[in-house]
């Protein structure tokens, strides 16, 4: 079953892809977004994810009634600073195959902004693309609703948007 490709790759990847962007916010404010499951659900296609944000403790990310997302482990919290947390795929079985990976969120001040870094790896050679290709719209989401208060259309959003509704 084919589907539209929902995001644009740029070079080539292997089985660590990193991403960075300069946000115009505080280290804490960027903290709550990737925290607080309401302001997660705005620039990650609907998708909420719950956790006592916690060393060791267990999240879920979901598009309730829709699609189960992700499950993992926040295996190091450093608010408002740095979150590694373990990443199993749930939206297919293709991407369930792909077993546990890590995605590393490292947030820096540069002077009134911060340089946000997020790293997926420990991802299998040749890993499906479906797994870190979302990025990109997540993380241009995040800057825009930090940014302007609104929301970004994106790919993956009208997508979601359309199957919860």
């Not at 297919?92 to 546990?100: M, P, T």
């Not at 870190?132 to 930090?146: D, E, F, Q, R, Y």
Request: charged share 25%; hydrophobic share 35%; glycine share 12%.
């Amino acid at each position: 079953m084919e589907q539209e490709q929902l995001y644009t790759v740029v070079g080539g990847r292997g089985t660590m892809t990193v991403f960075e962007i300069y946000i115009k916010a505080t280290p804490e404010r960027i903290w709550e977004a990737i925290t607080d499951p309401e302001m997660r659900k705005k620039y990650s296609f609907g998708v909420g994810t719950e956790s006592e944000w916690t060393e060791g403790s267990e999240y879920r990310s979901a598009v309730p009634g829709v699609v189960e997302i992700a499950s993992g482990e926040n295996v190091e919290v450093d608010p408002p600073r740095r979150l590694v947390q373990t990443f199993q795929a749930l939206w297919s079985e293709d991407v369930q195959k792909e077993g546990v990976s890590r995605v590393t969120w490292q947030i820096e001040p540069v002077g009134t902004s911060c340089r946000l870094q997020v790293t997926h790896d420990q991802l299998g050679e040749g890993a499906n693309n479906e797994l870190w290709g979302g990025w990109p719209m997540i993380l241009s989401g995040l800057k825009t609703l930090l940014e302007t208060g609104e929301q970004l259309d994106t790919p993956g959003s009208l997508m979601y948007a359309k199957a919860g509704g």
